[in-house]
């Protein structure tokens, strides 16, 4: 990988196509490079109103109760570690966080959660504040392509919390205003720490979210370290990337993935390479593991043709999508909160019967109508070739509904503008580069409460900002504890 040509070159950084000594020094290079095209900007400032949506929205959450308790029993909430573990966590866990497809890693609630809990120790503009979560998310995204993301997560791997330790070095290296060579001993003390295996969902309350938030903040540490003048191994990054992309998925179901989609092979994506990674995030517009989302708009769309009918007025559902994540979804009866967010029959049946469960973020205790949990047992998963076609640019999916009259509707979703046919509404898909786009999102899902307002003004006004409004966002965000 050579290094960007000019200031700003809006080119990607694949530590897995660098000699192992390389990946560090050439990651650093465009962690520290220019951020401020004005479309740039302007992306990242809906980021930051999502991200800090989700972290409110990931307060209600179980496990985050448990992990403040955890915090003001020890450091306490206001400790700098602590603050950004806990903003990342609550973030993730409230899956209304954003994503990049290609790569299948959740930068924001990484970026965004790191950069809030520095900023609000130390004086920074508004400008600043943003370059350092557009540093996070090219470091989290240049990680997750380099080790096959899309692919590597269905052999076991979790690619989001292996790259968090590297993006949170990024992001905190960039706000410090550390130079790129110290930069480069930051992400290779932060490569040390990472993983990708061990944070499953396991049996509530899990440790999940706990690991993912630490992870976070593991790379904020590093990049303490890094400015106090210790120093990393400078093969750690490399050889991550390149151990992490021999492992990627074995063929599923017969199927490899198609030719150009990225993977650790290659190490590149099929296009847009030179889109800034912040601007190629998608947004979650209610709470649902990504790869469902597509069949709950389609869904919607689907019904809506028909009329919507009530969901004792549906005889069959049908929901196709690619190999590399029907069995992931395919959960007909789902235990607890992460459960019902993956699964596809959950999440399809919620829709159909009462659309409110989709923003429900907590799900203490998931729970359908009467009709709704019925009709779970006639919705059927299966795999479609030419959807694998698709994927991992796009996460689509097909769903036909059978009502019991007869009648038959079929909508296909997941090409970044929401269900095929739709007009709107919770099956379309928001613009994630626009920050009224996003304030709809959120008022959706009510997390921020009266602070919306407040949050969005603050966002809009950053890129100018003098002084970076992150103590104020964070009291926002973290309100609801």
Known sequence: MSAPTRAGADVHAHPETCGPADAAVTLARFVTRSFAAPRTRRVATARLLDTVGAIAAGASVAESRLLVDLCDG?????????????????????????????????????????????????????AQLLDAICAGYEAMVAVGAAVGGAWSLYAGSWPSYLAAPVAGAATAARMLGL???TVAEALSIAAARATGHGAGAAVA?????????????????????????????????????????????????????????????????PAQEDEPAVTRAQLKPFCTARQTQAAVQAAIAAAAELGSPDAESIAAVEVAVPHAY????????????????????????????????????????????????????RIRVLADEL????????????????????????RVAGD????????????????????????VKHRRLGALGAGLGRATVLCREVAGARAAPAAELLELALKPL
């Open 179 to 181: 130079g790129p060579a």
């Open 74 to 126: 020890h450091a306490g909430r206001e400790d700098l570690l602590w603050r950004a573990r806990l903003c990342c966590a609550l973030a993730r866990c409230s899956e209304v966080d954003d994503i990049d497809l290609r790569t299948c890693v959740t930068p924001g609630s990484v970026a965004v959660g790191v950069a809030l809990a520095l900023a609000e120790r130390r004086e920074c503009t508004g």
């Open 416 to 439: 970044g503008r929401g269900a095929e046919g739709s007009t709107g509404g919770i099956q379309a898909d928001l613009d994630a580069t626009d920050l009224d786009a996003v304030e």
């Open 205 to 269: 309350p899990t440790a999940r979210w706990m690991l993912y938030g630490s992870a976070a903040a593991d790379g904020l540490l590093a990049s303490l370290a890094a400015r106090a003048g210790l120093r990393g191994d400078p093969s750690a990054l490399g050889a991550l990337c390149h151990q992490r992309a021999g492992r990627r998925a074995p063929p599923v179901a017969g199927r490899r993935a198609p030719a150009g989609a990225a993977s650790p092979s290659t190490g590149s994506e």
């Open 326 to 377: 029907r069995s992931m979804i395919d959960r007909p009866e789902p235990r607890g909160r992460v459960d019902s967010i993956v699964s596809a029959q959950f999440q399809v049946a919620a829709a159909l019967s009462d659309e409110r469960i989709l923003l429900d973020v907590a799900r203490e205790a998931p729970k359908l109508p009467a009709a709704g949990a019925a009709l779970m047992a």
């Open 387 to 410: 959807l694998d076609q698709l994927y991992p640019a796009l996460w689509p999916a097909r769903v036909r509904i059978v009502a019991r009259d007869g009648r038959q509707a079929v």
